[in-house]
């Protein structure tokens, strides 16, 4: 199921560093350039100047014994802050059941959805007010909006250098650190700002450790966000990945008409 609605949850924190060695003399690798807080809570303006590109989500779940994964694809133009992905959700716990992928259109404010199942016609949107989920729509459909991920890391502290590592071909500078939601709210651009506030409301606790990947431009190629609530009684740990690469890929992104919108009850 992906449109769910939770409590109440709360952030771990976790802060660590790990230095590289580098140069003849065996000195630690400098930094790569300016102060590590600043560089990641400026890569989302790196991103609206850099346009569009291809991003993959991947949702890992997990609470008790069970683990599940999903998975999503697709492009996001960080100018208008639009994108579509097709979210794949796993096969049930018998292995059994097959889903067909769901589209996602995510706009400001706004997420729509089709495929959604439970009780909507296969050839209807389902329309859902982003500022008004608990989580912001930070995890609770199944991928995180790309703008989001970065726009959370305006909430940067405590940030440091882990060191240089190689990303599908490209040289990355891997930072680590703690995103305060609430903070991140206050500093989000318009467009996002609304459900990053209902964020900061519907989590116990604003703090999400996160890892993230900047380029030699400063784009943000890579995004980690580990988040966790309470859920029934139980602890669900949520890590969320974003993949960003093919800078300036063409992204059209149609939202549907009003007569498209499934306008009735929704199963959760």
């Known amino acids: 199921m992906v449109v769910q609605r939770y409590g109440r949850r709360g952030g771990a924190l976790a802060v660590a560093a790990a230095l590289m060695a580098g140069g003849c003399a065996g000195p630690e690798d400098p930094l790569p350039g300016g102060d590590p807080t600043r560089t990641v809570?400026?890569?989302?303006?790196?991103?609206?100047?850099?346009?569009?590109?291809k991003a993959t989500t991947s949702?890992?779940?997990?609470?008790?014994?069970?683990?599940?994964?999903?998975?999503?694809?697709?492009?996001?133009?960080?100018?208008?802050?639009?994108?579509?992905?097709?979210?794949?959700?796993?096969?049930?716990?018998?292995g059994a059941d097959e889903h067909r992928p769901i589209t996602e259109l995510l706009a400001p404010g706004a997420l729509?959805?089709?495929?959604?199942?439970?009780?909507?016609?296969?050839?209807k949107w389902v329309r859902v007010d982003t500022t008004t989920l608990d989580d912001g729509n930070l995890i609770t459909n199944g991928a995180t909006d790309p703008a989001a991920a970065a726009e959370l890391l305006r909430g940067a502290q405590g940030v440091t250098y882990v060191g240089e590592v190689d990303l599908a071909g490209v040289k990355v500078s891997h930072y680590r650190g703690v995103a305060d939601i609430g903070v991140?709210?206050?500093?989000?651009?318009?467009?996002?700002?609304?459900a990053l506030a209902a964020a900061a409301k519907g989590f116990a606790k604003d703090s999400v450790?996160?890892?993230?990947?900047?380029?030699?431009?400063?784009?943000?190629r890579k995004v980690?966000?580990?988040?966790?609530?309470?859920?029934?009684?139980?602890?669900?740990?949520?890590?969320?990945?974003?993949?960003?690469?093919?800078?300036?890929?063409?992204?059209?992104?149609?939202?549907?008409?009003?007569?498209?919108?499934?306008?009735?009850?929704?199963?959760v």
């Open 41 to 53: 809570r400026d890569a989302s303006e790196v991103l609206t100047r850099a346009g569009t590109a």
């Open 59 to 94: 949702m890992e779940m997990a609470a008790g014994g069970t683990r599940v994964t999903i998975r999503g694809e697709g492009g996001y133009d960080f100018r208008r802050r639009t994108g579509r992905l097709q979210v794949v959700l796993p096969k049930d716990a018998a």
């Open 112 to 123: 729509y959805m089709k495929n959604r199942g439970a009780g909507v016609p296969a050839d």
């Open 184 to 194: 991140a709210a206050r500093a989000a651009s318009p467009q996002v700002r609304g």
């Open 209 to 220: 450790p996160f890892d993230a990947y900047l380029d030699a431009e400063g784009r943000l």
């Open 224 to 267: 980690r966000h580990q988040f966790s609530f309470a859920n029934q009684g139980r602890t669900v740990a949520v890590a969320s990945t974003t993949l960003l690469y093919g800078f300036g890929t063409p992204v059209d992104v149609r939202l549907p008409h009003r007569k498209d919108i499934y306008a009735g009850k929704i199963k």
